[in-house]
């Protein structure tokens, strides 16, 4: 028992004892913050006063001792400078002076100079262009040359229209390479005639639309099958306004309808049966129309002559009066002038007017008539050729027979 009072009162020094050291360290802990509180208001008040501004309207009082210089000749001291916000007056910014006028610049001259030089290029480029022409003509005119350049001349309004046509077709073509056919089956070549009838009639004082008909079968190029069959309708068109001495119509197939439906674009020219170019038929050159009233106005002003002249040799016969030279013994015609006489002249002076009007309106008559062309009917049913002038390919309307005889061996029935 003695042992368990011992332990209690041990353990109660103790608790006395931890309970007593507690306050101090609370004291402790208060005065760090009230020094660290005191630190910050001095901290506070250092920087206010720091940031305040000085009072500049504060006056120094020091009347204890004589300040020296001071009297009344004294130069009084400057004043001190006042920490003041001084508004600087505003400056005054003159007007820029005015920018002269520019005076307005004359292009006439550049342009002038520039069409000049365009002028020129264009003369240097005719002249390099006819250089350079293929169709030179060589002038044999003084005699051999002997390649002199200056002999050689291009004579533009001379030149010949069929040598022309030959070198434009040269000039087409500056090199050929062979091609193959690949689908021969399905192609009417270049160069086929196609023949057919005529199922419009052609007169050829205005142009106009003109059909045909196939008379006959087109196969392909290697014969396999019928591309354009019999019966088959051709459209074309024909040209007007014929020149003097022409005897055929120009005519051109436009276009290709099978009976199935098939449309094809032809645009080739139409020949007769031989091949010419052109339909030719019965010709029409209004020979009556252009010459039938410049003839008869020319008659009409010959017999007026003519009657003039009848007129003036019977006057003549019997208004003369012709006298006997005694001394000669020959008959002198007299000199006077007779009423006969005068009704002559009038009457010849009104035949040769008649006849110089006459004359003027057979010309003026035969000026208008005679560019009357010449007029072509072609009756229906006339025989023509379609002269196949490109490629007629059908090869999207048939299958390709080397792919069909594969398709057969691969898949034998």
Same mark, same amino acid.
């Given at each position: 028992?003695?042992?368990?009072?011992?332990?209690?009162?041990?353990?109660?020094?103790?608790?006395?004892?931890?309970?007593?050291?507690?306050?101090?360290?609370?004291?402790?802990?208060?005065?760090?913050?009230?020094?660290?509180?005191?630190?910050?208001?001095?901290?506070?008040?250092?920087?206010?006063?720091?940031?305040?501004?000085?009072?500049?309207?504060?006056?120094?009082?020091?009347?204890?001792?004589?300040?020296?210089?001071?009297?009344?000749?004294?130069?009084?001291?400057?004043?001190?400078?006042?920490?003041?916000?001084?508004?600087?007056?505003?400056?005054?910014?003159? /007007? !820029?002076?005015?920018?002269?006028? #520019?005076?307005?610049?004359? *292009?006439?001259?550049?342009?002038? @100079? +520039?069409?000049? %030089?365009?002028?020129?290029?264009?003369?240097?480029?005719?002249?390099?262009?006819?250089?350079?022409?293929?169709?030179?003509?060589?002038?044999?005119?003084?005699?051999?040359?002997?390649? /002199? !350049?200056?002999?050689?001349?291009? #004579?533009?309004?001379?030149? *010949?229209?069929?040598?022309?046509? @030959? +070198?434009?077709? %040269?000039?087409?073509?500056?090199?050929?390479?062979?091609?193959?056919?690949?689908?021969?089956?399905?192609?009417?070549?270049?160069?086929?005639?196609?023949?057919?009838?005529?199922?419009?009639?052609?007169?050829?004082?205005?142009?106009?639309?003109?059909?045909?008909?196939?008379?006959?079968?087109?196969?392909?190029?290697?014969?396999?099958?019928?591309?354009?069959?019999?019966?088959?309708?051709?459209?074309?068109?024909?040209?007007?306004?014929?020149?003097?001495?022409?005897?055929?119509?120009?005519?051109?197939?436009?276009?290709?309808?099978?009976?199935?439906?098939?449309?094809?674009?032809?645009?080739?020219?139409?020949?007769?049966?031989?091949?010419?170019?052109?339909?030719?038929?019965?010709?029409?050159?209004?020979?009556?129309?252009?010459?039938?009233?410049?003839?008869?106005?020319?008659?009409?002003?010959?017999?007026?002559?003519?009657?003039?002249?009848?007129?003036?040799?019977?006057?003549?016969?019997?208004?003369?009066?012709?006298?006997?030279?005694?001394?000669?013994?020959?008959?002198?015609?007299?000199?006077?002038?007779?009423?006969?006489?005068?009704?002559?002249?009038?009457?010849?002076?009104?035949?040769?007017?008649?006849?110089?009007?006459?004359?003027?309106?057979?010309?003026?008559?035969?000026?208008?008539?005679?560019?009357?062309?010449?007029?072509?009917?072609?009756?229906?049913?006339?025989?023509?050729?379609?002269?196949?002038?490109?490629?007629?390919?059908?090869?999207?309307?048939?299958?390709?027979?080397?792919?069909?005889?594969?398709?057969?061996?691969?898949?034998?029935?």
């Amino acid at each position: 028992m003695a042992a368990d009072f011992d332990e209690e009162g041990r353990l109660a020094g103790e608790t006395i004892t931890r309970q007593s050291s507690n306050p101090g360290m609370a004291l402790g802990a208060l005065f760090f913050a009230l020094a660290v509180l005191v630190l910050g208001l001095f901290w506070y008040a250092s920087a206010r006063k720091q940031n305040r501004p000085q009072n500049v309207d504060e006056e120094t009082f020091a009347t204890a001792r004589l300040q020296p210089g001071l009297g009344f000749n004294a130069t009084p001291a400057p004043a001190p400078p006042q920490n003041k916000f001084v508004i600087p007056p505003p400056v005054v910014v003159n /007007d !820029p002076p005015p920018a002269p006028k #520019e005076e307005p610049f004359d *292009d006439s001259e550049a342009k002038r @100079l +520039a069409e000049l %030089e365009r002028l020129r290029k264009e003369a240097e480029a005719k002249i390099q262009a006819r250089l350079r022409s293929p169709m030179l003509i060589v002038s044999d005119k003084e005699g051999f040359t002997n390649g /002199d !350049p200056s002999k050689v001349t291009a #004579e533009d309004k001379e030149e *010949d229209p069929h040598r022309r046509f @030959l +070198a434009n077709s %040269e000039h087409q073509v500056t090199k050929a390479y062979a091609e193959e056919v690949r689908r021969p089956d399905a192609l009417v070549p270049q160069g086929y005639m196609i023949r057919a009838t005529l199922e419009t009639a052609i007169q050829s004082d205005l142009a106009g639309m003109v059909r045909a008909i196939t008379t006959e079968d087109v196969y392909s190029f290697d014969g396999r099958r019928v591309l354009i069959p019999k019966g088959t309708m051709l459209t074309g068109e024909y040209k007007s306004g014929l020149a003097y001495g022409q005897t055929r119509v120009f005519v051109v197939w436009t276009r290709l309808l099978r009976a199935d439906g098939v449309s094809l674009m032809l645009q080739s020219p139409g020949t007769d049966a031989l091949g010419r170019s052109g339909l030719t038929g019965e010709v029409d050159t209004h020979f009556l129309q252009r010459f039938g009233s410049a003839t008869l106005l020319t008659l009409a002003g010959g017999a007026a002559q003519f009657a003039s002249a009848l007129g003036q040799n019977y006057n003549q016969s019997q208004g003369q009066q012709f006298v006997l030279d005694p001394a000669s013994g020959t008959l002198i015609p007299l000199n006077a002038v007779s009423q006969g006489q005068i009704l002559l002249n009038a009457r010849q002076i009104g035949a040769q007017t008649v006849a110089q009007s006459v004359t003027r309106m057979a010309q003026e008559a035969l000026r208008n008539d005679i560019k009357v062309p010449p007029t072509i009917h072609i009756d229906q049913g006339t025989p023509v050729i379609v002269f196949v002038k490109r490629d007629l390919d059908f090869s999207d309307l048939y299958p390709d027979p080397v792919k069909e005889a594969l398709y057969e061996l691969r898949h034998p029935k």
